[in-house]
Structure formats: structure tokens, C-alpha cells
């Protein structure tokens, strides 16, 4: 258990699907991330909450909806994928921008 | 933009022997992160290097920094089987204060076998 959480832990969802990951955090951390993991690809930063703003990165698809109620729980709406949105879709949180992260165990997201 | 370049991105090591893993990156950092992957899990935080010349050690794995020469190091002394996992170094550029500016590597596939 590394202290974030997401569900679930694989999904299965066709093209015209609405779903939505979960990722929570009791470590009293100040920013949470979400990324993407796709094969032979480095990391990719997708979205970012924290106290002071919210970062997006401008090559992610509108198709991907993130939402942040509380410092606690971070979500990922999905909505009309593609097939080469296929890939683990990981969470982490940290204290501050310069503390190591903490990530989730992923959620591995396959679109048919 | 800030790129990272780990190399070799593969490795296969016999059991007992020394490599090291080299992590390249374009512009001035602040601080430099070192990360392990298990198969179908998360990442774990291993080191964070933070000035010229830091050096970081535990069990087998060395990591040190260069910022002059925008270089790190991942070294194994000795590796066994348990070391076989995916390596990620990551780089925060410097200078700024926004979230989201850590900038991962492709990651090296270590496989350590008998």
C-alpha cells in the first residue's frame, strides 16, 4: 500500500463509453498529478492540482476531464477514447513541488 | 523544453556484475530523482540528488549528480535478482515555482538473471 489509491484497477471501455478513474490520498499532500503511461514512451504529465493552481498539458484531449473536489481525491473522466488512449493511467500526489512523489499502483485502461 | 534521455534502455545483467545507468538532461536543474517500477506496480521514490557532486547510496544502488556536465548516475554493485525492475531518473528544471515541471526519462528495463 504506498498511501494513494486508485480504482480501479484495470478497465475495459468501448469508444462511445463514459467512465471515470479514482485516485485518494491520506497523506496530506498538497498537489496531485495525473499521468500517463504508454509502452516505450516516457511519462507524460497530464494534469496537476494543487493549493495554488491547477496545470494542465495543453496535448492532452478534451476527451480527458479531470476533477479535484477536494486536496483528498483526485478523478479522471473519460469520455469518447480511442484505442491509442490504451495505456496505465498513474496518480501521485506530493507535498510540495520538490518532494519525491508518491504514485499509485495505476489503473490499466484498455479501449476497444 | 527540458529533455531527459536514460540510457541504455535495456540491460541485461549476469548476477554478481557492475553497470551503470546514464541519465542526460538539456537545461539547468533543480534537483534530480531516481525511481523503480515493478512489474504492474507503481513507481517507489529511490533518490533525490540536489547539488553538484550529491551522492546518494542504499544497499546496491549508487546514484550521483553532475550539474555541470547535466549527467547523473545510477550505479549497481554486485546486482541480484531482486534489482530486475524499471529504472526512471527525473528532472526538475530549474528556477520557478509551478507544479508539474518534472520531466521523466524513457526508463531502463533491468533484468538481472543467474
Known amino acids: 500500500e504506498t498511501g494513494v489509491t486508485q480504482t480501479p484497477r484495470h478497465l475495459v471501455m468501448g469508444m462511445t463509453n463514459k467512465k471515470s478513474l479514482k485516485c485518494e490520498q491520506h497523506?496530506?499532500?498538497?498537489?496531485m498529478y495525473w499521468y500517463k503511461q504508454s509502452a516505450k514512451k516516457p511519462l507524460e504529465l497530464m494534469f496537476v492540482?494543487?493549493?495554488?493552481?491547477?496545470?494542465e498539458n495543453n496535448s492532452v484531449p478534451s476527451r480527458f476531464s479531470p476533477e479535484c473536489p477536494n486536496s483528498s481525491h483526485l478523478f479522471l473522466h473519460l469520455h469518447t477514447l480511442q484505442p491509442e488512449d490504451s495505456a496505465l493511467y498513474l496518480c501521485?500526489?506530493?507535498?510540495?513541488?520538490?518532494?519525491?512523489?508518491?504514485f499509485g499502483s495505476g489503473t490499466r485502461l484498455t479501449v476497444v | 523544453e527540458l529533455k531527459v534521455e536514460q540510457n541504455p534502455l535495456f540491460l541485461s545483467m549476469q548476477e554478481g556484475k557492475n553497470y551503470t545507468i546514464y541519465c542526460n538532461y538539456s537545461?539547468?536543474?533543480?534537483?534530480l530523482y531516481w525511481y523503480r517500477q515493478d512489474p504492474g506496480k507503481s513507481l517507489e521514490s529511490l533518490f533525490v540528488?540536489?547539488?553538484?557532486?550529491a551522492v546518494k547510496q542504499e544497499g546496491r544502488l549508487m546514484a550521483s549528480l553532475d550539474t555541470k556536465a547535466r549527467l547523473s548516475t545510477l550505479h549497481i554493485t554486485a546486482a541480484v535478482h531482486d534489482l530486475s525492475a524499471t529504472y526512471f531518473c527525473?528532472?526538475?528544471?530549474?528556477?520557478?515555482?509551478?507544479?508539474?515541471?518534472?520531466?521523466f526519462g524513457q526508463g531502463t528495463i533491468l533484468t538481472v538473471h543467474p
Open positions: 492540482y494543487s493549493l495554488e493552481e491547477r496545470v
Open positions: 540528488l540536489l547539488s553538484n557532486g
Open positions: 501521485a500526489s506530493s507535498q510540495d513541488r520538490f518532494l519525491p512523489y508518491t
Open positions: 527525473a528532472v526538475d528544471p530549474a528556477g520557478g515555482t509551478s507544479y508539474g515541471k518534472l520531466t
Open positions: 537545461t539547468t536543474s533543480d534537483r
Open positions: 497523506l496530506g499532500h498538497n498537489a
